[in-house]
């Protein structure tokens, strides 16, 4: 039988023993986690049967008290709720298919802001720099077709309405309107025309 070590020989005092704990307690709660997490803290039982600390193995009963904290623990913050997206409403799915009245309520409510007219204009079966066809009436029995066109020029607020008159001709098409005195051979033409002079 292999002898015990030397230190098991001798008495352990009270005192011996209150500084041991102190110390524990000092390494538990004055370091930082760091510190901590250098080496574990053993506890056993003395020869003379009282308790015993020690960054060490200290005896074949010895055990841990205070385990180090591993490297790879780290503190997490909580993840962030992610919040779901609004669901797009009726009329915004309406305005995306291509309605251009939908369009027009959403986003022209408060005037010709620059997403109004990208929306429209977007939408729109016939557009020109400063204006957008509303709507095609039918065709008359003289050929006679009315469309409704709004000016909608970037940096004005304003709308201005209209509506064009196209009537064929012998050698060319007619669209006028009842404040431009000339008329012109495409609607394209004379909407343009009155939403520069306007």
């Given at each position: 039988m292999s002898a015990s070590p030397a230190w098991m020989d001798r008495p352990v005092q009270p005192i011996v023993i209150a500084l041991a704990l102190l110390l524990c307690a000092g390494v538990l709660i004055g370091l930082p986690l760091h510190a901590q997490s250098k080496a574990p803290i053993y506890t056993c039982t003395g020869k003379d049967g009282s308790r015993v600390f020690s960054d060490e193995k200290c005896g074949p009963d010895a055990r841990v008290v205070v385990?180090?904290?591993?490297?790879?623990?780290?503190v997490l913050a909580p993840a962030k709720r992610v919040e779901p997206a609004a669901a797009p409403t009726s009329a915004q799915a309406a305005c995306e298919s291509g309605s251009l009245?939908?369009?027009?309520?959403l986003y022209c409510r408060e005037?010709?802001?620059?997403?109004?007219?990208?929306?429209?204009?977007?939408?729109?079966?016939i557009?020109?720099?400063?204006?957008?066809?509303?709507h095609q009436g039918p065709v008359e029995d003289d050929g006679t077709i009315a469309y409704e066109i709004r000016?909608?020029?970037?940096?004005?607020?304003?709308?201005?309405?209209?509506?064009?008159?196209c009537t064929p001709g012998a050698e060319r098409n007619h669209c006028f309107t009842e404040t431009i005195q000339s008329d012109y051979p495409r609607l394209d033409q004379?909407?343009?025309a009155y939403c520069a002079t306007h």
């Open positions: 385990a180090p904290v591993p490297q790879e623990l780290k009245k939908d369009c027009e309520e005037g010709a802001s620059d997403e109004c007219r990208r929306q429209v204009v977007r939408v729109a079966s557009s020109g720099e400063k204006w957008y066809l509303r000016c909608i020029e970037k940096g004005v607020h304003e709308f201005l309405d209209l509506t064009i008159t004379a909407a343009s």
